[in-house]
T-cell receptor, first 114, second 112 residues
Framework: EAQVTQNPRYLITVTGKKLTVTCSQN?????MSWYRQDPGLGLRQIYY???????DKGDVPEGYKVSRKEKRNFPLILESPSPNQTSLYFC?????????????FGQGTRLTVV | QQQVKQSPQSLIVQKGGISIINCAYE??????FPWYQQFPGKGPALLIA???DVSEKKEGRFTISFNKSAKQFSLHIMDSQPGDSATYFC???????????WGAGTKLIIKP
């Protein structure tokens, strides 16, 4: 089954404790991205990657890191989480080509930083 | 210029009625306009999309209307059903940039 898998689904952590949210896709998609979803603000892009070893900042990259060592994986790293990073996070992937194509989303990771 | 403005923020429609959600954009370089549907506890999923070479696209009960001169596009849900209750997002992007620019979302509730 074609899917984007995020882990964990839920996470409660303390301020300053480094964490990683994993994302994996099995569709051989080149393009992957991370979003955060907050009430009234919609989806805001954190980072994106157009292929292996190529990453770039989205609209709200501060406080986050990513890496793309393999095509299928795109982990999101919070080196020193703060309460304002409490949010619902989504990973997405899509084919890259001349025409825009469908973005496939993971199930989401609800992060609470206390 | 990069924004996509979506309205209303929330919408309540009776079963069988027509639900209408509107989006407006400024960047005339946008050439792809998808709508995504999100159920609670799930990620968004593509519902329907349109390119600016057509003014309307219909898939079942869902229709996108596109007005290029007004820089607006809207989602119409005909014969709305309780199962359509979800949050709907419009978005836009250009062929040269794969970044989707998202509207703020509309929470739709269909009353039985």
């Amino acid at each position: 089954e074609a899917q984007v898998t995020q882990n964990p689904r839920y996470l409660i952590t303390v301020t300053g404790k480094k964490l990683t949210v994993t994302c994996s896709q099995n569709m051989n998609h080149e393009y992957m991205s991370w979003y955060r979803q907050d009430p009234g603000l919609g989806l805001r892009q954190i980072y994106y990657s157009m292929n292996v070893e190529v990453t770039d900042k989205g609209d709200v990259p501060e406080g986050y890191k990513v890496s793309r060592k393999e095509k299928r994986n795109f982990p999101l790293i919070l080196e020193s989480p703060s309460p304002n990073q409490t949010s619902l996070y989504f990973c997405a992937s899509s084919l890259q080509g001349q025409l825009n194509t469908e973005a496939f989303f993971g199930q989401g990771t609800r992060l609470t930083v206390v | 210029q990069q924004q996509v403005k979506q309205s209303p923020q929330s919408l309540i429609v009776q079963k069988g009625g027509i639900s209408i959600i509107n989006c407006a954009y400024e960047n005339t370089a946008f050439d792809y306009f998808p709508w995504y549907q999100q159920f609670p506890g799930k990620g968004p999923a593509l519902l329907i999309a349109i390119r600016p070479d057509v003014s309307e696209k219909k898939e079942g009960r869902f229709t996108i209307s596109f007005n290029k001169s007004a820089k607006q596009f809207s989602l119409h849900i005909m014969d709305s059903q309780p199962g359509d209750s979800a949050t709907y997002f419009c978005a836009a992007s250009t062929s040269s940039n794969y970044q989707l620019i998202w509207g703020a979302g509309t929470k739709l509730i269909i009353k039985p």
